[in-house]
């Protein structure tokens, strides 16, 4: 049970601040985050102007920002439509396919598996604050930000991410998650003493080992 839990929860993605995440996860360069449930409502047509300027709060500390999206189909192009101009990149299962296996179809990248962090540790570069040489970043660099437990802290736990929990975004949802998902996460929250009712989350970025 304890691989279940995140490193961290918060009431909301817009509680996260730049000044929390250089406190309490040091080491994190990049901030990843979720879309659905997390930035928007399932499948919202537009950002909202707080998640917006939350994203680019990140962008202006100095943190690499990414879209990490278990999206598929016509769906990435609207994806990266919405959020092309906020985040340093846009990472979908598309983005892990590998080039010499007709047969991917992306499925197997998907959350939970690490595959997309990965990927953004692979593929971009931060400037090393210690010495100030551009370099990839380390996944444990990395701060995946999400609202499943079985997507979202499972990936970044696999990756060796920390990860940040919140509470699910919005009156929407994936019918199978709603149904067979949710529920369960509930359960498991409620197990390892992690928030379950709305008033139970906190306000700030907290570290679960502090609960």
């Not at 009431?11 to 730049?18: E, K, Q, V």
């Not at 995440?21 to 994190?28: A, G, I, Q």
């Not at 299962?93 to 990248?109: K, M, Q, V």
Request: hydrophobic share 40%; net charge negative; proline share 9%.
């Amino acid at each position: 049970m304890r691989y279940l839990a995140p490193d961290f929860v918060v009431r909301s993605f817009l509680d996260i601040t730049p000044e929390d995440v250089r406190e309490l996860s040091p080491d994190s360069l990049a901030i990843c985050v979720d879309i659905d449930g997390t930035v928007t409502d399932f499948h919202a047509p537009e950002v909202p102007a707080d998640a917006q300027a939350r994203l680019r709060s990140f962008s202006d500390a100095g943190f690499l920002t990414f879209i990490v999206s278990n999206c598929s189909g016509r769906r990435v192009t609207e994806v990266h439509r919405l959020f092309d101009d906020l985040v340093t990149g846009v990472v979908t299962p598309f983005d892990c396919l590998g080039p010499e296996d007709d047969d991917d179809t992306g499925r197997s990248h998907r959350k939970p598996a690490p595959d997309m962090l990965l990927a953004v540790a692979a593929r971009y570069w931060v400037t090393d604050p210690d010495t100030g040489v551009e370099r990839t970043p380390r996944p444990e660099e990395l701060l995946m930000v999400g609202d499943q437990i079985f997507k979202d802290i499972i990936a970044a736990k696999q990756a060796g991410a920390p990860s940040v929990l919140v509470p699910r975004l919005g009156n929407r949802d994936h019918v199978g998650v709603r149904v067979a998902q949710r529920p369960v996460e509930a359960v498991v929250r409620a197990a390892l003493r992690l928030p379950v009712r709305d008033e139970d989350w906190p306000r700030r970025l907290t570290p679960v080992r502090h609960r």
